[in-house]
Each structure stands twice: as structure tokens, then as C-alpha cells.
């Protein structure tokens, strides 16, 4: 493969040097030269306007007809399927609709309750029930193998994943295991309509470019995609999909990991990626005592607590709460960040939040410039009145109740 | 006990700046540093071979100049460096990376154990730990943040999942994926720079490493980017200042009214 330059066409405006992340483009004399560091990204390719950069790549075959279904991974803890495969569920049954193929789950584990139960009323045609002692506990290994065995019988087109810490620990081996593309965190999925190929699309850079991903030669096509960006499908009747039991060969269950212990954590189960509403607090509440009031609105507003690195640093909130490039990253539908300055590391991990709020004293923190609400102020004198004002607003509420 | 830590070099976000016109990231002159998140892997790898004994070897790929991340990974403390250097593996996605990383390490014949960062931060998509751990053939455990302990033949981690903690023993060889909570990665001092300078890295082509050609790179690579776009620019920041009572009541009902609360 290799980055090709139309000379005759580039005007030499150098924006492709400007814009390659990777350093890899240079002027040399009237020429664009291409340097060793090209990953192939493409970036250049789409920035350049007058189309004189292209990428040469061995002519690809198409794909085997891909006729199979859409598979949804049914990520369960203990029998109950996780809020994420209820979202992949009402994605998944648009791409079926538009391939004209079914939608089917599977569910792997052990006793498993009735998992068909909750998925009653739903566009489901197919529950692929997968048991085994083995797979009584969660382990990537066993999964892994287990679910790139069902998808070597079943060859579905296209197989989907909630981007959870399991779905990203898990889905990669099952993608290396059938020798097909996986992309990660999706956040939007649709078929192309000329080839009916599934168009990827996700954040990376941290969220300041969207690149859109396909697979063309390999089947399936294998996606993780956030939790709580899809909305999950409304249900129409009763009715229970059929399901289908698969016995395990027990070579695929052979592990060397033993699960030792599992416990919540201090505070019960924290994930903030999984969060309506995230109330963060940085370096300028001060102090530890600083997250108090914090907590409190938190609560008010019916979220979790998050934090930035300083403050994780500084031992003031757990690490499971930062928020960042070294922390998680979350999309909620509100993030208010109180007393954060917005550094670019931390925007990487929250850009993506349908609103954000800002709050802070220092009226020329970057993280006014992508908040879509702000308020300039000190934190000891907003968020007292941010508190009291929803509060007489829940007590009203109460009232009105009664 | 061999260690071999995976790293990689990345543009450094840190330094970049946001064109405020076109909100977009200004790249020019962004220096190149080692993925910060694999700054814990290193110094996971470096200190469980200062107290178990045994070697830690830093394996990266990517093109020449990434021989500087390398470099980083010895001053840190890693004893061996070897760079992963060839056309032949440009424009590799994960599986193809993950691949071509597996055959290197399977070249170095006796690793114990493989520690990678919980991901990049310019991909973000951390598939390349367990890619690698399966074309290997080993187990994983992902999202580590603490090692309970390490023997010849197995270890026992910590790892923090979406429902709180997760301990594992895990046989060896294995691929572990480590958090930032892990440790405080030790800065190179002066010392260890100079030496870390004078220290060869060795350099892998795709003829050094026993693998199928055809996986390599851009045509081995299953997934292909179609299109690259920044996302929708968000629109000005409405900000209020003032009396804290008039601004507070003026967010929340605008949080209101876009039913947010």
C-alpha cells in the first residue's frame, strides 16, 4: 500500500502537513513528501481540497455473502441482561430491518434464569441459550472461545457488543479468534447503502475526530458500541423469541484463570461510564471537603460523582471516579464540571456529553470554550444555591404530590 | 522471569490547541511522546523484575523515530529495547498489530508475562492487549490496578471492573492490560537518560519475525477507515456572571426547559 500525491494537482497549501497527527507529511521544495511515520489514517485524504492524495491498496475481494443475522452479544451478571443489550437490541433490529435478515441474542453462562423473559416483546427472532459449568462465573478466555465457536456455526453479518469493560476485554479476542475487524466504542452504526456494509463510527484522538470504519472483506462485522447512545427499543406484545440451547465442547472451556473474589466497591458499584448525569469536581473545590457539596447536588441531580485527575492525584476521590485520558471516558446527557479548568486531557474523556456545564471563578478556563452552559463564580457560593434552589424545587414537587 | 512490555508512541495531546474558529485540533509541531498510559506498564514490568529478578524487555512498532519511545522505556528502567520497524507493517489496524507484536514476542521464545497499557490515546480503542494475548494463546486480565503477587507460575491481580473490584489468578504466560492506579511510574533520572542514549535498540524488520507476510500492515488489516471528520462544533458557551442566587436560578431553569433535569 502507499499514500499516492497527485503533484500536478496539489496546490501546495500545506494543510495536510498541518493537519497529519502524525507528523509524517513534509514540503520538499514543490513536492509533499511522504515520511515513514504514515500510519494511513486517512486524515490527509479527507482534508485535502483538491482531492490530490489517495491511498493505494491491494485490491480488496469482497466479502462472502454475508446473509447471516445480527447478533447481539447478551452481556448478563447473574441472569440479568445488561441495559446496554436492550440499546444494542433496538439498533440492531434497524440494521436486520434494512438487511432484511434477523435480529438474534446470545447468552452464554450457567443456570442461567429465563432470559427469553426479558426479552419478550422485542423484534428478537432468535435466543442462542449457551451452557456450561465453566461458564458459571465470567472469564474472557472461556467467553472468548465460546462465542467465536457459536459465530463460526452461525456466520451472522454482523455481530455487536456493548463497549463495557467486558465487551472491551472480551471482543477483541473474539475478533482475532475469527479472523475479522472489530471496532471499538462505537457511536453510531449504519448500512451502506450501496455494498450493505456496516459504516463504524467512533471517536478517537479522544474525541476531537470521528473516523468512520468499515470491514469489507471479513465476516462478521464486529462492533462494540457505547452504553447509553442507542436507544433502547419500545415493547410491542408478549410475545417470546425461540431459543436455541448449544452444548459447549469442553476444550473451549479450558482456562489457566481462576476467578478469586468479586466485591462492589466502598461505596457499592461505581461506573461512571454508565451515568445519566455526572457532577465533577477538580482542583479548585479546594479540598476533600470541597466534594460534599458536591455530592449533594450530585444526588439532587440524580447522578455520580466524578473527578478529575488532580483530585484522584491528591487522593481526594477514588480512582474509579476520574474522568480523562488516563481515566474513563463518559458520555452522560448532563456533565457539570465545577472548579475543573478543562485541560485537554480531560476534555478527551468527556467531550462527547450531550450537555455540559461549567462552573468555575476563572472566566478564561478553557473549559468555557466547548461547555454549552457556564456559570463564572466560586464554587462556595454557586453550588450552595444550586443546592437550595432544587431543593424548595423537590419539596414543591412533594407537595404537590400529596 | 521475562517481562516484555508493549508501548507505543503518540502524538502528544497534551501540546495540542484547539483552533477556536473551526474548533478542530491544531497539529502542527505536536512532538511525539510514549502513551502515557504505557508509562504504568513500564514501570509495572521494571518493578516486578527488581523484585522477582529476570529481565524487562520494551517491544515496540511503528516507524524509526519511534526508537524515542523506546529509549523512554530504558530510562525507566526497562533492560532491553527492540522496535518493530517496517514498511511492511504500516497502516495496521489492531488485529494486525496485535499479530505482528504476537510474533515478535514469540521470536524472544521465553516470556512470562506481557504488560501493556490499558490503551492508546490517540486509537482509544485498547484491543491490541487482548488481540495479542490470544494470537498468543494465552489468558489475559484486563483493567489491572494492583499485583497481589507474581510467581513463576502464576499471578494474582486486582482489576477494577464496571461492578467494582475483580481479583484473578491467572497461569503463566499471560498479557496483563494495567490501569493508572497501578503504581507512580519513577522519572528517568539524568543518569539513566545518558545511559538510555548509549543503549542499542535493536531494530525487527518483517523478514526477522516468523510470520505470514499476507497479515502485515494495511493489507493484513480486516477493518479500513472510510472517512475521518471532526465532530459537529459545538455551539457557544452561554455564560452568566454575577449575583450567584440569579445565576443558579438561570441554569436551572435552562436545564429545565431542555429537560436535562
Known amino acids: 500500500m502507499a499514500l499516492r500525491i497527485d503533484h500536478a494537482a496539489c496546490t501546495l497549501c500545506l494543510r495536510c502537513i498541518e493537519e497529519c497527527p502524525y507528523g509524517a507529511l513534509a514540503q520538499l521544495e514543490d513536492r509533499i513528501a511522504v515520511g515513514e511515520a504514515c500510519t494511513f489514517c486517512g486524515l490527509c485524504v479527507e482534508i485535502c481540497p483538491v482531492a490530490a492524495i489517495s491511498i493505494e491498496a491491494k485490491e480488496t475481494e469482497r466479502a462472502e455473502a454475508g446473509r447471516g443475522a445480527v447478533l447481539v452479544y447478551g452481556e448478563h451478571h447473574e441472569g440479568r441482561l445488561h441495559h446496554v443489550v436492550f440499546e444494542l437490541i433496538g439498533k440492531g433490529a434497524e440494521l436486520a430491518t434494512t438487511l432484511r435478515c434477523p435480529l438474534e441474542v446470545v447468552v452464554a453462562g450457567h443456570g442461567l434464569p429465563d432470559v427469553c423473559a426479558q426479552l419478550a416483546g422485542l423484534a428478537v427472532d432468535t435466543v442462542h441459550l449457551v451452557e456450561h459449568p465453566a461458564l458459571a462465573q465470567y472469564r474472557d478466555g472461556p467467553f472468548g472461545r465460546t462465542l467465536a465457536h457459536l459465530i463460526g456455526e452461525l456466520r451472522p453479518a454482523i455481530v455487536l457488543a456493548g463497549a463495557t469493560g467486558r465487551g472491551r476485554s472480551l471482543m477483541p479476542r473474539v475478533a482475532v479468534l475469527c479472523r475479522t475487524g472489530l471496532t471499538a466504542d462505537c457511536t453510531g452504526l449504519e448500512i451502506e447503502s450501496e455494498t450493505g456494509d456496516l459504516l463504524q463510527t467512533r471517536p478517537a484522538f479522544g474525541g476531537n475526530v470521528m473516523a468512520t470504519i468499515v470491514t469489507r472483506r471479513h465476516r462478521p462485522q464486529m462492533a462494540t458500541v457505547r452504553p447509553k447512545v442507542m436507544t433502547p427499543p419500545e415493547r410491542k406484545g408478549t410475545a417470546r423469541p425461540r431459543v436455541r440451547r448449544w452444548a459447549v465442547p469442553s476444550e473451549l472451556t479450558a482456562s489457566r484463570t481462576q476467578v478469586l473474589a468479586r466485591q462492589a466497591g466502598d461505596q457499592g458499584p461505581v461506573n461512571i461510564a454508565e451515568a445519566d448525569v455526572l457532577v465533577a469536581g477538580g482542583r479548585g473545590l479546594g479540598g476533600p471537603e470541597g466534594f460534599k457539596p458536591l455530592a449533594e447536588l450530585a444526588a439532587l441531580l440524580g447522578g455520580e460523582l466524578a473527578a478529575s485527575r488532580a483530585v484522584v492525584d491528591a487522593g481526594w476521590v477514588p480512582y474509579e471516579r476520574q474522568v480523562g485520558q488516563t481515566g474513563k471516558t463518559v458520555q452522560p446527557r448532563l456533565y457539570v464540571a465545577v472548579g475543573i479548568s478543562g485541560a485537554v486531557q480531560h476534555r478527551a474523556g468527556m467531550q462527547s456529553s450531550e450537555t455540559i456545564v461549567a462552573i468555575n471563578s476563572d472566566p478564561d478556563a478553557p473549559i468555557f470554550q466547548f461547555a454549552d452552559y457556564g456559570i463564572v463564580g466560586d464554587h462556595r457560593e454557586v453550588l450552595p444555591a444550586l443546592i437550595e434552589r432544587l431543593r424548595a424545587a423537590r419539596a414543591a414537587e412533594g407537595a404537590e404530590d400529596e | ?261
Open chain 2, 1 to 261: 522471569m521475562h517481562i516484555v512490555v508493549c508501548i507505543k508512541q503518540v502524538p502528544d495531546t497534551a501540546e495540542v490547541r484547539i483552533d477556536p474558529e473551526r474548533g478542530t485540533l491544531i497539529r502542527e509541531g505536536v512532538p511525539s511522546i510514549l502513551n502515557p498510559l504505557d508509562a504504568y506498564a513500564v514501570e509495572g514490568a521494571v518493578a516486578l523484575t527488581e523484585r522477582n529478578g529476570g529481565t524487562a524487555t520494551a517491544l515496540c512498532m511503528g516507524p524509526p523515530q519511534a526508537e524515542a519511545a523506546l529509549r523512554e522505556a530504558i530510562a525507566r528502567g526497562c533492560d532491553r529495547a527492540i522496535l518493530l520497524t517496517d514498511r511492511a507493517f504500516a497502516g495496521a489496524d489492531t488485529w494486525s498489530t496485535s499479530y505482528a507484536l504476537a510474533c515478535a514476542v514469540r521470536k524472544l521464545g521465553d516470556v512470562d508475562l506481557v504488560f501493556c497499557g490499558k490503551q492508546a490515546i490517540d486509537g482509544d480503542t485498547a484491543q491490541v492487549g487482548p488481540g495479542l494475548a490470544v494470537h498468543l494463546g494465552w489468558p489475559q486480565a484486563t483493567y489491572v490496578r494492583r499485583i497481589i503477587e507474581a510467581t513463576d507460575e502464576a499471578v494474582a491481580v486486582e482489576r477494577l471492573t464496571d461492578w467494582g473490584n475483580e481479583t484473578l489468578r491467572v497461569g503463566l504466560p499471560a498479557v496483563l492490560t494495567v490501569l493508572k492506579d497501578l503504581n507512580f511510574p519513577r522519572l528517568p533520572s539524568l543518569v539513566s537518560q545518558m545511559q538510555a542514549r548509549r543503549c542499542p535498540v535493536e531494530r525487527w524488520g518483517a523478514g526477522d519475525i516468523d510470520g505470514d507476510a499476507a497479515q502485515f500492515g494495511l493489507d493484513g488489516s480486516p477493518t479500513r477507515v472510510v472517512k475521518v471528520f471532526t465532530p459537529p462544533v459545538r455551539g457557544a458557551c452561554v455564560v452568566w456572571q454575577g449575583e450567584p442566587q440569579k445565576t443558579a436560578a438561570k441554569l436551572i431553569e435552562t436545564l429545565r426547559r431542555e429537560a436535562l433535569i
